[in-house]
């Protein structure tokens, strides 16, 4: 999947991802693919087909203030990771540090990487230097385990992101996030730390654990203030200090539930951890619970504002409803938190497929779908998704680039998870109907789908292809046929004017 924008099939370069792995454990890599095969589990199904894994966490890195993220690996795999970075609009540069085949053998790439840490490490203008190893580089044992963890107060923060040890971009947000948790705690363990930019909270905080639509902090915030909490970080940080703050919490809120090893880092420092988020009527309800059992807050505290907050969801709900067949799929762990909203919302959905693995913290998001006849099915594979979209014919399919173009060649509605669902509420009150225009909207396109669908008939396959073996043929019928729908749609449109 050289180019960095895919991963197929699990393969890491020109290599099988067999080869890599067994390259990467004779080169001293055992301990991390081993810690990263226990966090990710990739059973019961392959691997799936998802960006490259890296680029989970050089977005990490390039969302913080004063962090510089540098990336060792192939040229092609960087340049396909920069451009999707500047794609998804990085204001900040991918640093880079390039070798060849005699770097890489002869040590003298660690040494350029040394290097090129010891030249970023202004303390004037970085907090962290982030370096990532990608595939090659982690095959070939490049040790970043030995740089300075430290230099002239920058912190170094080395780690390995290597298509055949991490299985999704997702978790390799976790990766770094965790890596940078671990560091952070470390220091909070040493002595007093910076506080928050904002200062510290005067009340107990929950931080929030997962990427989110930038409004949901703030209605969950609202949520938790009468019961005596604020909203803390969210997790990955977008500055270093965050770090403190968020692992200062009086309780973890695994939004997303694939952070695996932020967990243990927060585990480690005591904190309790809740699942699942504050979706719909049902999801609100139980995570308030739970917020306030592993607070202490007091029961009668807790119904109050459920009391408040639960008919404005159902009201919210009720005045935006969404009527039809959804299928969802995506990579970001936030599925079947968006199906649970869908199906509050009205929609019937059959399936849920999710790239990422199953763990304890969305079992209580799992539990509810499987309870509606949901099929859910973690680490969903293309395919998985695409078979469902054929076998439960919806009227719209949320999923990925690839899911959404099978969808759409079939006539079917589609949305892009990424780009059209993650980017909205979905939290509390807010998040209650914000999904309802843009599905509802999709839906009402089935009849132009349909036309174009007619429209192109017979069109992008055999000697309609534009691979032509034989001099092509001349169909007059098809420029016929055009001519008669350009028609049609003009004086349909001409009527509507006149109405
Ligand atoms: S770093 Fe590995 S997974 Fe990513 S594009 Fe390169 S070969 Fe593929």
């Known amino acids: 999947m050289a180019g960095g924008a895919a991963i197929e099939g699990a393969v890491g370069c020109h290599a099988g991802v067999d080869e ?3 390259a990467a454990a004779a080169a001293g890599k055992t301990e991390t693919l081993d810690r990263y095969a226990a966090d990710y589990p990739v059973g019961p199904h ?5 960006m490259c894994p890296a680029f989970g966490s050089l977005r990490v890195g390039l969302r913080m203030r004063r962090t510089a993220t540098v990336l060792s690996g192939s040229a092609c795999c960087v340049y396909g990771l920069t451009f999707t970075s500047h794609f998804y609009g990085a204001r900040r540069s991918v640093g880079y540090v390039p070798f060849n085949s005699e770097t890489l053998v002869t040590g003298k790439l660690f040494e350029d990487i ?14 962290a230097v982030v370096i990532i190893n990608l595939c090659v580089p982690t095959a070939s044992g490049v040790p970043l385990q030995l740089l300075p963890k430290t230099i002239n ?3 170094v923060i080395g780690i390995d992101v290597p298509g055949f040890g991490v299985p999704t971009h997702a978790e390799a947000k976790d ?22 930019r904002g200062g510290k909270s005067d009340k107990p905080t929950v931080t929030l654990l997962g990427e989110m639509f930038p409004a949901d902090p703030i209605g969950i915030g609202m949520m938790l203030e009468p019961l005596g909490l604020a909203a803390g970080p969210v997790v990955p940080t977008r500055e270093w200090r965050e770090l403190y703050a968020a692992l200062d919490c009086a309780v973890v809120a695994a939004i997303h539930p694939f952070y695996t090893a932020s967990l243990r880092e927060f585990e480690t420092a005591g904190r309790p951890i809740v699942g699942s988020a504050p979706v719909g009527v049902d999801g609100t309800a139980a995570w308030l619970d739970a917020i306030g059992a592993a607070c202490g807050v007091a029961a009668d505290k807790v119904d109050a504002v459920k009391a408040k907050m639960l008919p404005a969801i159902k009201g919210a709900l009720a005045a935006n409803p969404v009527r039809g067949r959804i299928t969802v799929s995506g990579y970001e762990g936030s599925e079947l938190l968006v199906a649970r909203l869908l199906i509050e919302s009205g929609a019937e959905v059959p399936y849920v497929g999710t790239a990422c693995p199953r763990t304890r913290w969305s079992e209580s998001d799992r ?33 990925t680039t690839p899911v959404v173009q099978h969808a759409k060649q079939q006539g079917i509605p589609a949305l892009y998870f990424t780009n059209l669902i993650s980017a909205r509420p979905l939290m ?16 009402a396109n089935k009849a132009r789908f349909d036309a174009m669908t007619e429209l192109f008939r017979g069109v992008g396959a055999g000697d309609t292809a534009g691979v032509h073996e034989d001099v092509p043929k001349a169909r007059p019928e098809f420029r016929e046929k055009v001519r008669r729908q350009l028609a049609a749609q003009a004086k349909k449109r001409k009527a509507e004017e006149m109405i």
Do not use: C
Not at 114 to 127: I, M, Q, R, S, T
Not at 378 to 392: C, K
């Open 20 to 22: 890599m792995r067994k």
């Open 46 to 50: 392959d691997q799936p087909q998802s």
């Open 114 to 127: 040394h290097e090129a840490v010891f030249k970023l490490a202004d303390p004037a203008l970085h907090d």
């Open 153 to 155: 107060d920058v912190r």
């Open 175 to 196: 990766v770094l996030a965790g890596a940078m948790l671990a560091y952070a705690r470390n220091e909070a363990e040493q002595g007093p730390v910076q506080a928050p």
């Open 367 to 399: 539990a509810w779908l499987e309870a509606k006849g949901v099929k859910v099915q973690y680490r969903a594979s293309l395919e998985q998704d695409i078979a469902a979209v054929d076998a439960y014919a919806p009227d719209l399919a949320i999923g």
């Open 428 to 443: 509390g009150v807010a998040g209650a109907g914000s999904l309802a225009v843009v599905v509802n909207t999709a839906m």
